[in-house]
């Protein structure tokens, strides 16, 4: 009996240890990650300390959009966006501290006042003295925060489902508690978890597309990143965003699927009641990242609206 107990221990440890090591992955090299999402080398920027990867647009002579994608994403969002814009636009995106091709901040500091500073001082790099921001999700929370604090350097405000309301599991004024079943990232990120953890974010989950999922996948595995997400969510201590809110000047849009599973359509309303003037276009059957699921659609209020 002692014999077969350990023979079945020992074939259940041989099975745990094998599926671990195929499932465990890497990250992936910088060379190889340039060369599939880095378009010309003089896209880094030294800013703050920290490389990075920024792409700038259309005439300089043009009013500046500076673009802010979400977590866990980069520039690439905007592709479809960015190419429509430039035609009348001056168009700054980049991949945040953390994220993408910019990767770990030497610093470690991912709080909101640190992507504040350096989101500052990257326009003054560039001689981008105003802009209209354009932030989604997380994103837009920077955005949002940028204006209120610095109201002379932003011209108009788009809000795609932007964070900022405290919601289930996230408390006003305490550190939150990240998951160890999300901590495991660190080590294992399979393809279909990649896509398992998209495609809430898509209102018709079916317009997700594998290259879609493989560039999130790419990016997330560049040296440090997936480190650096799980830093973000560790330092992201929400405050009442109220007081802050009500100090926007900038004229704002409010973009919003109504089928957003990652932050409710309904507090399009919250936000509407505190931005003095803003107002709010609804975006039927789409989710939390308009600009990918349906580019051209989600595009045309945005259009008019900095006009």
Aim: proline fraction near 8%; charged fraction near 20%; charge should be neutral.
């Amino acid at each position: 009996m002692k014999v077969a107990l350990l023979i079945i221990t020992l074939v259940l440890a041989t099975i745990l240890i094998a599926s671990a090591i195929w499932l465990y992955t890497p990250d992936k090299s910088r060379s190889l990650l340039e060369a599939r999402y880095l378009k010309a080398p003089a896209d880094y920027v030294e800013v703050e300390g920290l490389r990075m990867h920024v792409r700038d647009s259309g005439s300089k002579e043009a009013p500046a959009v500076v673009m802010l994608h979400g977590f866990g994403s980069s520039l690439h969002t905007w592709e479809p966006w960015s190419q429509a814009l430039a035609a009348t636009h001056r168009v700054v995106r980049l991949d945040l501290p953390g994220s993408g091709l910019t990767g770990p901040d030497p610093t470690g500091d991912y709080t909101d006042a640190h992507s504040l500073q350096v989101l500052a001082a990257l326009m003054d790099h560039l001689d981008v003295k105003r802009a209209s921001l354009i932030g989604n999700s997380i994103g837009g929370r920077i955005a949002w925060k940028f204006a209120a604090e610095n109201p002379s350097r932003v011209d108009k405000l788009v809000l795609i489902s932007p964070d900022g309301f405290a919601g289930p599991g996230a408390e006003y004024g305490r550190q939150p508690a990240v998951p160890s079943s999300v901590k495991l990232m660190r080590y294992i990120l399979p393809s279909p978890l990649v896509r398992m953890s998209l495609a809430p974010a898509y209102g018709n989950p079916a317009l997700l597309t594998d290259a879609v999922v493989e560039r999130y996948r790419d990016l997330m595995l560049a040296p440090g990143v997936r480190e650096a997400m799980i830093t973000r969510m560790e330092q992201a201590v929400y405050s009442d965003p109220e007081p802050l809110l009500r100090q926007i000047q900038a004229p704002t849009l409010l973009l919003w699927g109504e089928q957003d599973a990652m932050i409710p359509f309904s507090n399009a309303a919250d936000y509407a009641r505190l931005i003095s003037g803003s107002s709010v276009v609804s975006l039927p059957g789409l989710g939390h990242v308009p600009q990918e699921e349906a580019p051209d659609v989600s595009l045309k209020a945005v259009q008019a609206f900095l006009k």
